[in-house]
């Protein structure tokens, strides 16, 4: 199975998604791309003995050079990116050199603010190999890192020139990974509705993690189609983009209060989708029974859904005043009205979000 998915189309640039099967045995793919003779590959320490040498060979003939991070996301940060710039000077990389990012979401993010960096902009192609970048970080063109206790303070937009899914990666995925990949896929099934969530709750209700390679194909075409008309449509998140960030302010002040170690961000997204449900509910716009469903799809894909008692709420609290979403000082919160249905609320309190905090403690 291959096939160009889709293209997404922005002002002025164009790129392709490929999702498919044996795509990282596709020389001339992954060639395809890539404009001048020098290509850097930067990878991280988990991926590098599984996947490097195949995609070295698509580049025999260049000046293929490598260097390899190290993994999780406490390595998104300002030193992992003076690694890659040292590799890239060490090696006399001029400004029409590629930039491979190969791996999932840190890589991908690190590596794509790099380029955008890097002698002010170099090509970029994303090979994202966990589901959570497949479906979710490789796509958009949003780069960065983490810095002073805020999730991905420091980045820039940036467009890559391509996206290569080879869906053979995710067998060699943890089941902890994967399920972290399927909390973005429930997260898109929340916010557009109807039939593709109704897709996700058949392949969860039968058991399916790890699921096969048809449904992931599927998951992941359709949640990268979704990613990618709301990117067209809102490329800088000046309005229906930031829908995307549904449960990521709960999300981002977990993961920043465990200094980036406790969860995969998909668990943590898990949680904050659960919390945003909650809200959703306190707030009069959803039923106890929507929020069961929530709980229940996240439960059968075996995420976490409730904030452990070691977290102090307050400290919570504060952090999500560290949010990149913030504006006007007025913390910002994707609700759901209906599943489908979701819009970006400004107006709620102090008491209403404390209250859901301490009702979502485990
Ligand atoms: N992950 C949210 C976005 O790309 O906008």
Known sequence: MSDRALTVELEHH?????????LLLDDGLLSRHVMGRQVMLVTNDK??????????????????????????EIHKNQQTVLMIYEALIQ???????????????????VTGFVAA?????????????????QVDASIGGKTGINHLGGKNNIGSFYRPHAV?????????????????????VIKYGLLVGGDFLALIESFLSHDLIPLNTDALYLLIKQSCQI???????????????????????????LESYTNFERWLHGEAVAIG????????????????VDVDYVDALLKRAQLPRRIPKDIDIDGLYELMFHDKKIKNK????????AFGTCYLDETVTQAQLRSVLLAVIE
Not at 14 to 22: E, F, T, V, W
Request: with cysteine; hydrophobic share 45%; aromatic share 8%.
């Open 91 to 109: 090696h006399n990389h001029h400004r029409d050199t590629t930039i491979i990012a190969l791996g999932g979401g840190v890589v991908g993010d």
């Open 14 to 22: 164009a790129y392709p998604i490929y999702i498919g099967s044996d």
């Open 47 to 72: 991926i590098a003995p599984l996947y490097i040498g195949t995609v070295q060979r698509a580049f025999a003939s260049y000046q293929c050079d490598v260097v390899v991070v190290p993994d999780g």
């Open 330 to 337: 007025s913390l910002r919160f994707v609700l759901m009205k």
């Open 227 to 253: 990613k990618a008309e709301i990117v067209q449509e809102d490329e800088f998140e000046t309005g229906r983009r930031a829908l995307l960030n549904l449960g990521h302010t709960f999300a981002h002040a």
């Open 117 to 133: 960096t890097y002698k002010r902009g170099v090509r970029l192609i994303h090979i994202p190999t966990t589901l959570l970048a």
């Open 164 to 184: 290569i899914m080879d869906l053979n990666t995710l067998k060699t995925l943890s089941l902890r990974e994967l399920r972290s990949g399927v909390a973005e």
């Open 273 to 288: 989708l659960y919390c945003a449900a909650l809200l959703s509910y306190q707030l009069n716009l959803i039923t106890m």
